[in-house]
């Protein structure tokens, strides 16, 4: 079946500093590839997200390469701020079955100031 | 902007109690999902549904109902709840077309004693 792994958290930074979120998935074929965004008592939120390889989605600061060869959906920030502290959601669906999102555990990102 | 709202944030109730969660959007989109929120396991679809008195099982749906008698609400019932349904459970909408985004709710955190 279809699944997506991403590393676990929490993880806790510093302003300004990098951060990365390992993502990978087990697939047949070619899924879209999505991050979502969950801040502080709200619902998730899409952050990104790209449909075929090599394609980079980008928002808010926020990068992610769709990378075939090695199952990856790694995502990405240059500089964190401390309003980036939420829990972030990999997940992969399929054009042919788009009502369903299959979603990874989440990782709970903190930036301190 | 989609407005996606459950009726409930917090809901206590005891084992064997029936529960019925509403869900409304605004936004005349065609599919509506319940998902449930659980620290390490991430989102898991409970059920959801592409057109009005359509629904469809999702990963998880023992223990669970669902009712849309209208396009803009979807209802998830637990007919008779348990200690294990203890969870946050997050309604969510999308526009059905291609890869459209999901739209989710606040969320409703559901303790069952």
């Known amino acids: 079946g279809n699944s997506v792994t991403q590393m676990e958290g929490p993880v806790t930074l510093s302003e300004e500093a990098f951060l990365t979120i390992n993502c990978t998935y087990t697939a047949t074929g070619y899924p879209s590839l999505f991050w979502y965004v969950q801040y502080p008592g709200e619902g998730l939120q899409l952050l990104l997200k790209?449909?075929?390889?090599?394609d980079k989605g980008s928002n808010k600061g926020f990068e992610a390469t769709y990378r075939k060869e090695t199952t990856s959906f790694h995502l990405e920030k240059g500089s964190v701020q401390v309003s980036d502290s939420a829990v972030y959601f990999c997940a992969l669906s399929f054009l042919s079955n788009d009502y369903k999102l299959s979603f990874g555990a989440g990782t709970t990102v903190t930036v301190r100031a | 902007d989609v407005k996606v709202t459950q009726s409930s944030r917090y809901l206590v109730k005891r084992t064997g109690e029936k529960v019925f969660l509403e869900c409304v959007q605004d936004?005349?989109?065609?599919?509506m999902f319940w998902y449930r929120q659980d620290p390490g396991l991430g989102l898991r679809l409970i059920y959801f549904s592409y057109d009005v008195k359509m629904k469809e099982k999702g990963d998880i749906p023992e223990g669970y109902s669902v009712s849309r008698e209208k396009k803009e609400r979807f209802s998830l019932i637990l007919e008779s709840t348990s200690t294990n349904q203890t969870s946050m459970y997050l309604c969510?909408?999308?526009?059905?077309?291609?890869?459209?985004?999901?739209?989710f709710g606040n969320g409703t955190r559901l303790t069952v004693t």
């Open positions: 936004m005349d989109h065609e599919n």
């Open positions: 969510a909408s999308s526009l059905g077309q291609g890869l459209s985004p999901l739209h």
């Open positions: 790209a449909t075929k390889a090599d």
